[in-house]
């Protein structure tokens, strides 16, 4: 029976994820055991973080003599204890050498995870907290240059060389989405879900050639079922696409001169969105292996000793 080595627990703002890992990297079998809960930062009332961790562990039945590392939104402002942001470049050395550990009430030693900073553009500084750790956990260490592409609220694209986030910028692709369907007229005439191929792809290609012009753009959301030239079931999906393409549009620019196809990570449903879209902008994509976080979680505790090679 394997013993546990590690607690890895990946908390953002409304879910709390926690793996129990053997140590190695051989494997599926080094996951050990996981858990999974509606606990993100954003539902523990007064600031009970400790408490809640304390009852996601022992599912795990992991003693407190096992480290835990933790990243994500825990680190935040918002979240337990704050952690200052890294600048990158960083990869797993750097991240590990800025771990803020911690001892509980409960006589556990936890590691918590800096989030990343990148500077290069001092009008709009960019951040993130959590996706570090499912990039390291992600791409290969010895390629020498590649792109990681996260979907979400807010979309990560992560230049990596040599198993270190060189520079990244973010999209608020997600969140757009979910405001221009609910609060805007853009909603007012969309009908079911946003699952229509042929209105996604359209709204991808359109998207794409947008060249910057987006804000006009979404306009057609509206005037393309108002005219008939766009069913009212596919508009979200259109919009969804629109945006995606855009982002790519964007990122495209921003990340130039990448042969290697782009490392996708995340959801089922958004890494096969997000592949759509990129093939459609004939960008090559793969997917990342399951439970990135974890694995990078890992790697960190490497580097600094927490757990053996």
Known sequence: MNRTALIAVDWGTTSFRAFALSGTLSGEETIIARTQAPA?????????FE???EEQLQRLDAGADVPVIMSGMITSRQGWIEVDYLPCPAGGDEIASALHRHETRAGRTVHLVAGLIDRREPARPDVMRGEETQILGAVDETSDRSLAVLPGTHSKWAEVGCGRILRFSTYMTGELFAVLRQHSILGKLMEGDDEDEAGFEAGVRAG???EGGLLRDLF???TLPLTGALAAGA???YLSGLLIGAEISSARAVHRGLDAPVMLIGSDRLVARYGQALALASIRSERARDDAAAWGMLRIARSCGIVGS
């Open 235 to 237: 508009t979200a999906s």
């Open 51 to 53: 408490t809640v961790l």
């Open 40 to 48: 993100g930062i954003m539902q523990v009332a007064d600031g009970a």
């Open 208 to 210: 794409l050639a947008s």
């Open 220 to 222: 057609s959301v509206r």
